[in-house]
């Protein structure tokens, strides 16, 4: 049953907060250390000032960066190439590891291979209709670049195009304008750094991913992955061929490429989130926008207002971690804590917080 969350009821109980608020709590045991009663006191004190609707103030909720993992790695490939179909993927699939496969609608083939490809598992993103250099695009071909891919993956492969690499990793305004539109994140190439925090906030059209080249050995890959690690950061792979030699840009070898996956697999159990350029972009930047999130205090109680732009992805759901004096409701209901994180949609644009103790084991 929902408990009448703004219910006058609910409140005379649990939310009079202008006189007693701390001996209310203190019977309740609820503030057992230091830390916990000063939170709590900021956060009654937000309440408490109930005429003062609308009124905007921090709040008290943390997001776990990369989806609760140490760091982050995306590997992307771009072009689709015939390696991708019969190397990387089946490798991929192999080790259940998520990637993201930025195809260019002129040079796609197979068709009905690339229809089978388990879209919860792989990512299909857009990497222009023609592969042209974008410096060289007319205004009008910058658009139909974008859109045209995005209506022929929607078509024929079902799959809405959401994130964009940029052809030969070349941005320009016009063509970065149309990708916004239609994306909500972008690949490029180096950008000044490739390793990126989570309390940084990047330009999210203009995503920095390191060149997979034929001549660089293993060894510098698992630094790469090692140096992510340690930095606790995301960093994108950009991959061509996989011993493509004649259609491939500086393919890697096989053997090279099936070497890589077994080091992210390994890093993997030791807390490495590998995922889709898609997933990590989607929820980094959920998370910004959580973070943004408004908490206005009203008569009723608080709640957390944010909005999702419209080329975001469903689905997206954030780990949060919440003070033990909250309870956490999307929707009318109680979110259940797994010690003290919160799954938080991001689809539900709030969250409701009330005070009393959470019932999250
Ligand atoms: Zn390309």
Not at 90 to 115: S, Y
Not at 302 to 311: C, E, G, L, S
Request: one cysteine or more.
């Amino acid at each position: 049953m929902v408990p009448p969350l703004f219910g006058v009821q609910h409140f005379s109980n649990r939310l009079v907060i202008n006189r007693s608020w701390e001996q209310e709590f203190r019977a309740e045991k609820v503030l057992a250390a230091t830390r916990v009663l000063l939170a709590a006191a900021w956060f009654v004190a937000a309440l408490a000032a109930p005429c003062l609707a609308q009124e905007v103030h921090p709040i008290p909720l943390t997001v776990l960066p990369w989806n609760g993992h140490k760091a982050a790695v995306s590997l992307t490939f771009d072009d689709a190439l015939p390696s991708h179909l019969d190397v990387a993927m089946p490798e991929l699939q192999k080790r259940g590891l998520h990637a993201t496969f930025f195809v260019v609608i002129a040079k796609l083939q197979r068709l009905d291979e690339w229809k089978k490809l388990p879209s919860e598992a792989q990512e299909i993103g857009n990497h222009s209709v023609s592969h042209a250099r974008p410096a060289g695009m007319a205004p009008e071909q910058e658009g139909t670049e974008v859109e045209d891919a995005t209506h022929f993956l929607q078509g024929n492969l079902g799959v809405r195009a959401r994130t964009f690499a940029y052809p030969y990793s070349e941005i320009t305004p016009g063509l970065k304008d149309w990708v916004s539109r239609f994306c909500f994140a972008a690949r490029t190439g180096f950008t000044g750094n490739y390793y990126l925090a989570p309390d940084s906030t990047p330009d999210w059209y203009a995503i920095p991913g390191q060149l997979a080249k034929t001549q660089t050995p293993l060894s510098e890959y698992q630094g790469w992955v090692d140096k992510d690690v340690a930095a606790g950061t995301w960093t994108v792979f950009q991959i061509h061929g996989i011993g493509e030699a004649r259609v491939g840009y500086e393919p890697i070898a096989p053997q090279t490429f099936t070497a890589l996956l077994d080091y992210l697999k390994a890093k993997q159990a030791e807390g490495l989130w590998v995922a889709s350029f898609g997933e990590v972009a989607g929820y980094w930047r959920a998370q910004k926008i959580f973070e943004g999130g408004k908490l206005v205090t009203q008569a009723q109680g608080a709640v957390m207002r944010w909005d999702v732009p419209p080329q975001f992805p469903n689905g997206i759901v954030l780990k949060v971690k919440a003070p033990a004096y909250l309870r956490l409701y999307q929707g009318g209901r109680q979110l259940a804590a797994d010690n003290g994180v919160y799954s938080v949609a991001l689809d539900a644009k709030a969250l409701t917080l009330v005070l009393g103790e959470s019932d999250g084991k």
